[in-house]
């Protein structure tokens, strides 16, 4: 099994910065990809970017150039560091791992003011 604790959201203005960090524990060894979706009411949840075991990376198209996923081993933490942030981006932010099963976090807020 696998746990997941996001943390780092927050209210942030329009152009400001962020970094998100999920921290993973359980059965780590297992988790072949990780990655970020977020889901804003109203909206359907969406790939934000994922990051697999080999260090590929996908972004999606919306969040591209402006988001970067990164991966620390040694903390088992994935982060999400978010740049120009946009009233578009708010939403729940959730951290996702791939094992053969699928886990999320709990979430954490972005909310992205003017």
């Known amino acids: 099994q696998v746990q997941l604790v996001e943390s780092g959201g927050g209210l942030v203005q329009a152009g400001g910065s962020l970094r998100l960090s999920c921290a993973a524990s359980?059965?780590?060894?297992?988790?072949?990809?990780m990655g970020w979706y977020r889901q804003a009411p109203g909206k359907q949840r969406e790939l934000v970017a994922r990051?697999?075991?080999?260090?590929?990376?996908i972004y999606g198209d919306s969040v591209k150039g402006r988001f970067t996923i990164s991966r620390d081993d040694a903390k088992n933490t994935v982060y999400l560091q978010m740049n120009s942030l946009q009233l578009e981006d708010t939403a729940v932010y959730y951290c996702?791992?791939?094992?053969?099963?699928?886990?999320w976090g709990r979430g954490t807020q972005v909310t992205v003011s003017s």
């Open positions: 990051i697999t075991k080999g260090g590929s990376t």
């Open positions: 359980g059965s780590i060894f297992s988790i072949n990809a």
């Open positions: 996702n791992a791939f094992s053969g099963s699928t886990y």
